[in-house]
């Protein structure tokens, strides 16, 4: 199978719209130029249009989780009492680098299966009114499971209307599930450009509002390349303070753009397509899946190996036998499940060849199969759509 016909359904980075690669491909720029400076203003403007945010959207260079380390290093002071959600893998990195910049973190971890309980987030913060943050996953990547972060930002309410700052990561979510950042009054929002953006590796956003941008300004802790003082700065220039990946930025803007011309709803709607088409292929195939239906992600289905089936083995099948990579278990799921990515640059005619290459990849393990059972149950979602 030739690697350019096959199916990448992983939850990033996910198959890049051979238009954004061409924009990706044009000739370099000068990144203080003013064709930087009009695409700057382009890409914020659309950025700020997905998080649903008036505040402020810094551009890095690097991957998700250096926005993720942006955001704390900027929010998060040493000695700071922090609420860490933990609920995956992801969740886990939270935790990790809010010790490396030296808060005092409390961890409150959920079963990897369902969303957090806002309750239980609001006990926290009723016993520790000395919160400064709150870091919560819009999206578990690792387990398949969205959590409602709406009733998670109302739990400071819940709490007597406490202080902390609410710090979301959508890495895996934002233009692919809603996030309503300052409807909801989320306070920082962090998203990488592989995922539901449709651009390659390589660009991660910050976004952060007023209380947020306090934050930012009094915050103790070391920072220099992730100092959002200074893409705040640079921002009003239409620049970025040190030099972009300009390449990616021209891609981010046509990615923007086809992003708009569907329109967020309709990609949410689309998302959720994908998400029932698989849930239904995977139930009528009797593979368990992970994720409560209430927590089902939009963009990544887990699905719980049967018993005695090797899930990387079967993966690996799956892949070079049948042309569509399927992503592994992580952390302490490693080896017993497999993930469909169904984010980004997909829909549902690809759903179905993702399900007939697990009905294949099914049989040619040797597990039972009632070949066709899948793909039927999803064609039946698909037609009942609308
Ligand atoms: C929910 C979530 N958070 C954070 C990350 C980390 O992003 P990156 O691998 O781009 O650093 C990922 C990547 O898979 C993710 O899915």
């Given at each position: 199978m030739q690697d350019e016909r096959r199916h990448l359904r992983i939850?990033?980075p996910?198959p890049v719209?051979p238009?954004?690669t061409?924009?990706?491909?044009?000739?370099?720029?000068?990144?203080?130029?003013?064709?930087?400076?009009?695409?700057?203003?382009?890409?914020?403007?659309?950025?700020?249009?997905?998080?649903?945010?008036?505040?402020?959207?810094?551009?890095?260079?690097?991957?998700?989780?250096?926005?993720?380390?942006?955001?704390?290093?900027?929010?998060?002071?040493?000695?700071?009492?922090?609420?860490?959600?933990?609920?995956?893998?992801?969740?886990?990195?939270?935790?990790?680098?809010?010790?490396?910049?030296?808060?005092?973190?409390?961890?409150?971890?959920?079963?990897?299966?369902?969303?957090?309980?806002?309750?239980?987030?609001?006990?926290?913060?009723?016993?520790?009114?000395?919160?400064?943050?709150?870091?919560?996953?819009?999206?578990?990547?690792?387990?398949?499971?969205?959590?409602?972060?709406?009733?998670?930002?109302?739990?400071?309410?819940?709490?007597?209307?406490?202080?902390?700052?609410?710090?979301?990561?959508?890495?895996?979510?934002?233009?692919?599930?809603?996030?309503?950042?300052?409807?909801?009054?989320?306070?920082?929002?962090?998203?990488?450009?592989?995922?539901?953006?449709?651009?390659?590796?390589?660009?991660?956003?910050?976004?952060?509002?007023?209380?947020?941008?306090?934050?930012?300004?009094?915050?103790?802790?070391?920072?220099?390349?992730?100092?959002?003082?200074?893409?705040?700065?640079?921002?009003?220039?239409?620049?970025?303070?040190?030099?972009?990946?300009?390449?990616?930025?021209?891609?981010?803007?046509?990615?923007?753009?086809?992003?708009?011309?569907?329109?967020?709803?309709?990609?949410?709607?689309?998302?959720?397509?994908?998400?029932?088409?698989?849930?239904?292929?995977?139930?009528?195939?009797?593979?368990?899946?992970?994720?409560?239906?209430?927590?089902?992600?939009?963009?990544?289905?887990?699905?719980?190996?049967?018993?005695?089936?090797?899930?990387?083995?079967?993966r690996a099948v799956v892949r070079d036998s049948f042309g569509v990579e399927l992503?592994?278990?992580?952390?302490?799921?490693?080896?017993?499940?497999?993930?469909?990515?169904?984010?980004?640059w997909?829909?549902?005619?690809d759903?179905?060849a993702a399900?007939a290459a697990?009905?294949q990849g099914?049989?040619?393990?040797?597990?039972?199969?009632?070949?066709?059972?899948?793909?039927?149950?999803?064609?039946?979602?698909?037609?009942?759509?609308?």
């Amino acid at each position: 199978m030739q690697d350019e016909r096959r199916h990448l359904r992983i939850p990033g980075p996910t198959p890049v719209p051979p238009k954004v690669t061409r924009a990706a491909s044009r000739p370099i720029f000068n990144h203080r130029g003013p064709v930087f400076h009009r695409l700057h203003g382009q890409v914020t403007a659309g950025l700020k249009r997905v998080f649903q945010t008036d505040g402020h959207v810094a551009l890095l260079t690097g991957s998700g989780t250096a926005a993720m380390e942006a955001a704390v290093a900027n929010m998060v002071s040493p000695g700071d009492k922090v609420l860490v959600l933990v609920g995956g893998v992801f969740g886990g990195r939270w935790a990790k680098i809010a010790r490396a910049f030296g808060a005092r973190v409390i961890e409150y971890g959920y079963p990897w299966n369902e969303g957090a309980d806002p309750g239980r987030v609001a006990e926290y913060l009723a016993q520790h009114p000395d919160i400064a943050a709150v870091f919560a996953t819009h999206n578990e990547s690792s387990t398949g499971v969205i959590n409602d972060i709406e009733a998670l930002a109302k739990a400071r309410e819940a709490a007597g209307g406490h202080q902390a700052l609410l710090v979301v990561d959508s890495v895996s979510g934002l233009g692919g599930a809603p996030l309503q950042m300052d409807e909801w009054g989320v306070d920082v929002v962090v998203t990488g450009s592989q995922k539901c953006l449709m651009v390659p590796p390589g660009l991660a956003f910050v976004a952060w509002g007023a209380r947020a941008d306090q934050r930012v300004e009094q915050t103790s802790n070391h920072r220099f390349y992730f100092d959002l003082r200074a893409y705040k700065g640079s921002a009003e220039r239409g620049e970025t303070p040190y030099t972009p990946a300009v390449s990616l930025v021209a891609a981010l803007a046509e990615a923007l753009e086809m992003l708009e011309e569907e329109g967020l709803e309709a990609a949410f709607a689309r998302h959720r397509l994908m998400r029932d088409m698989v849930r239904a292929a995977m139930k009528a195939l009797e593979l368990p899946l992970f994720a409560d239906d209430r927590w089902a992600s939009p963009t990544v289905t887990s699905v719980k190996a049967p018993e005695g089936m090797d899930a990387d083995r079967f993966r690996a099948v799956v892949r070079d036998s049948f042309g569509v990579e399927l992503a592994g278990g992580q952390g302490e799921l490693k080896g017993r499940l497999f993930r469909i990515g169904h984010m980004g640059w997909a829909g549902p005619l690809d759903m179905v060849a993702a399900v007939a290459a697990v009905e294949q990849g099914l049989k040619a393990v040797g597990a039972p199969v009632r070949m066709g059972a899948g793909v039927a149950a999803a064609q039946e979602v698909w037609a009942a759509w609308r």
